[in-house]
Every structure is written in structure tokens, then in C-alpha cells.
């Protein structure tokens, strides 16, 4: 039921100890912003960490040659080692599990890429149809790659909707024909994906007919597939199998950690969770002991409340106040400040979150920083039950107070000094 004349009290006594009070509601208010901005923050980092690395599948590895650091049985040290179409067979064949497979190979000389009077230079991959399937990108207009391209020798290309504004402006990309280096390929398809940098802008075209025109040889760069429902475990004993095979296919160590470099998503993306959880954990703490100062100084404000008032406390009693009215009074006032100030950290901690979102803050203060941080929020779900559990506890900061106050003896209080 509403007692407005406890209410008329509460107000009576901010009014005069505003200064105090406001000091006390401000570190409440303090360490609900700081909790709800935190945990908006590490949402944005983990949003943005995996939007870039959602750009390959998470249960996707990647094979790159690299260099020998140690001779071994007459391969000499600094050798560089070389992927070549028949490890891209090899592996297809002997690794269980894999879901899909495919090579990239690479095109020597400049990149540069025309149509008409539009032109660029651009990142060119020649790869296989499969590809697709390993890097998460979505097909806006026509289509990718397809197996008959690649038996067919097929000029024919997929470009990045960010290629498409360079060459094509104002016209449709489809069909048209592109110059890659003096080579007139066909565009069959046009793919929208997250880009690091405003540099990331891809062309693909079949790996068959760059190896065939552009390279003159099997060379691979690098060989990307997935796996197929494997534990974390099974994927590192794939990658040694992988290192095992490769060892004995191009002569180096196995132990020769620089000779192929595997890039397993599969370990790296539970790494990651791992990391950001434990990130998540350090911003509650932190939270937490922000809030907790917060009701520490709820407690002392009102321990002093009691102090000042202990005349006036005994003067209720010695003309009928029950105890239970006096904590109700006391617990009334903590509750208010508690609430009030966490209601206001709350809404600070929740709009400064929007308005990074509405503003893009992050991209115009920082743009490469950007695509790291993404859309920081803070479920409400969260953001209420932590006011809930901040009002809670502001009541118990309240609580020993007021049950101080509940037990002075009237004829003691009336000759407090």
C-alpha cells in the first residue's frame, strides 16, 4: 500500500543531503553503466571476431606450403615446398571425413582487370567449383563455378559485388565479358561477402584453365576443405596425418613445424570461444565490484541516515512506532536510491550501446577497427535481472541499518547529543 507520507519523509531527507546522495547514487549508477557498456563491448568484440572468421567455415583447414628449417635426407634447409595438383589428389582420396575440397592456385604478374573503360586491380584466385562450399559468401545474381567449367577449360569468372560497382556501375555484370590480364573471361555470377578491408575485393575463376593459360604448370597454393562432424581432437589427428603424408610426398621432417603450415578453424574456433567466455567472466567481476562499492556507499549513506536520526527515530517509538515501521522507512529510502541510480546506469549503459549501433562510432572513429567490433549490445534479459539483483542488494545494504535503527531504545535516543 502507498504511504505518501513516508514517501513525503524519503524525499525530505535526499532534499536535505542532496550532495551526499547524489555522490552515493552516482556510484551505483557507475557500476551498472560500467557493467552493461562492458558487456556490450565483449558482444561487439565477439560479434565482430566472428563475423571475421565466419568468412571461412568453422569447421574448414587450410594447407600452405612454407620452407624447410632443417635438412633432411638431401633436402636442404630454406627449401621452399611447393603444392602441386596430385597433393590435391592425394589428400581428396585419403582423408576420411572430409566434407569438401578444394585447391587454389594463383596468378603470376599483375592483376589487372578491365571492361570497357572500368578498371581495377583485383584479387583473382583460380579455384575449384567446390570452393563454395568452404568460403561463406552468398550468391546475389547467377551462379559460381561448376564442374563442367573446370573440365571444359571454361573462361568464365564469379566476381564480388564490389567488383561489380568498379566495372559494371551502371549496367548488369552478367554475361558480359571481362580482360584479366589481355584474357576475355565471361561473368557468370556476382557474390555478395564480409570483407576485411575495402582492398578484399575477389574474382574466381575455374583453377584449370589458370594453370593452363596463365601458369603453364600444377603449382597450388593453398588446398581448403571441410570436415565432416569431427571433435577438436580428431581434427588435430587429421592435420598430423596430413603433415605425415605431405612429409614423406615432398621429403622433409615431419617435425619440421615451418615446412607446411596447417590452419586448423575447427581448434581455432573453440579457442576463441574459450577466450571471449573468459573475457565475458573478467567484465562481471569487474561489474560486479563496481555495483558492490556502489551499495557499499548505499550502506554507509545510510548508516549515517540512522545516526542523524536516531532522536528522531526515538521519538517515533516513544509515541508508537513499531519496529517494523522504522525498518519499512529505512529500507523504503534504500531501495529508492538503489533503484533510481541503477535505473539511470542502466538506461546510460543501453543507449550509449544504440548509439554506436545507429551512429557507427567505431567505423568513423577508427575504420579499420570496425569490422572487429560489431552491433555491441547487452541481451535485456541481463541488463534487468542485474538492476533487479542491484535493488536487491541495495535493500540488504539498507537492511542492517534499519535494523539498527529498529532496536535503539527510546529513552537513549531522546538524550542522543
Known amino acids: 500500500m502507498f504511504d505518501r507520507d513516508k514517501w513525503q519523509e524519503i524525499f525530505s531527507t535526499i ?10 547514487g552516482f556510484s551505483v549508477a557507475t557500476g551498472i553503466f560500467m557493467l552493461i557498456f562492458l558487456l556490450g563491448a565483449g558482444r561487439g568484440l565477439r560479434n565482430g571476431m566472428t563475423s571475421v572468421f565466419a568468412q571461412d567455415a568453422t569447421n574448414s583447414m587450410q594447407i600452405y606450403g612454407g620452407r624447410t628449417t632443417k635438412a633432411y635426407k638431401g633436402t636442404p634447409e630454406g627449401k621452399r615446398i611447393q603444392m602441386v595438383n596430385d597433393d590435391f589428389l592425394n589428400l581428396k582420396k585419403s582423408i576420411q571425413k572430409i566434407d569438401a ?11 589487372t582487370i578491365s571492361y570497357k573503360n572500368n578498371f ?45 560497382k568498379v566495372l559494371f556501375p551502371k549496367e548488369t555484370a552478367l554475361n558480359k565479358f571481362i580482360n584479366i590480364n589481355d584474357i576475355k573471361f565471361k561473368v557468370v555470377g556476382v557474390f555478395h ?45 587429421i592435420e598430423r596425418q596430413i603433415t605425415y603424408k605431405m612429409a614423406a610426398r615432398h621429403n622433409f621432417s615431419k617435425e619440421d613445424k615451418n615446412a607446411l603450415w596447417i590452419q586448423n578453424n ?11 567466455s573468459a573475457i565475458e567472466m573478467f567484465v562481471w567481476i569487474i ?5 558492490v562499492l556502489g551499495v557499499i556507499g548505499v550502506f554507509n549513506i545510510m548508516m549515517i541516515v540512522v545516526k542523524e536520526r536516531t532522536k528522531e527515530i526515538g521519538v517515533r517509538k516513544a509515541i508508537g512506532a513499531s519496529p517494523r515501521s522504522v525498518v519499512g522507512l529505512i529500507l523504503m529510502e534504500a531501495i529508492f536510491i538503489t533503484a533510481a541510480s541503477g535505473y539511470v546506469g542502466l538506461i546510460a549503459g543501453v543507449g550509449l550501446l544504440e548509439a554506436i549501433n545507429q551512429f557507427d562510432i567505431i567505423e568513423k572513429v577508427y575504420a579499420p ?7 555491441p549490445q547487452v541481451d535485456l534479459g541481463i541488463a534487468v535481472g542485474a538492476t533487479i539483483v542491484l535493488v536487491i542488494t541495495g535493500a540488504l545494504a539498507g ?10 531504545r527510546p529513552i537513549e535516543a531522546l538524550r542522543d547529543e
Open 101 to 111: 575440397i578444394s585447391a587454389m592456385s594463383y596468378i603470376p604478374g599483375a592483376e
Open 193 to 237: 561477402q564480409q570483407s576485411f578491408d575495402e582492398n578484399s575485393r575477389d574474382i574466381y575463376i575455374p583453377i584449370t584453365v589458370a594453370q593452363k593459360i596463365f601458369n603453364n604448370n600444377d603449382h597450388i597454393r593453398r588446398i581448403s576443405f571441410t570436415l565432416n562432424n569431427v571433435s577438436v581432437e580428431e581434427s588435430k589427428n
Open 369 to 375: 577497427a570496425a569490422i572487429y567490433f560489431l552491433n
Open 120 to 164: 581495377g586491380n583485383f584479387n583473382v584466385s583460380p579455384v575449384h567449383d567446390t570452393y563454395k562450399e568452404i568460403k561463406n559468401f552468398e550468391i546475389v545474381k547467377g551462379r559460381f563455378l561448376n564442374q563442367n567449367d573446370l573440365d571444359e577449360h571454361r573462361k568464365v569468372v564469379a566476381i564480388q559485388d564490389e567488383v561489380k
Open 287 to 291: 561489474g560486479i565490484f563496481t555495483i
Open 266 to 276: 575447427i581448434e581455432n574456433s573453440q579457442t576463441f570461444a574459450g577466450l571471449f
Open 399 to 408: 537492511f542492517f541499518p534499519a535494523r539498527k535503527a529498529a532496536a535503539i
Open 15 to 24: 532534499r536535505k543531503n542532496k550532495t551526499r546522495t547524489i555522490l552515493t
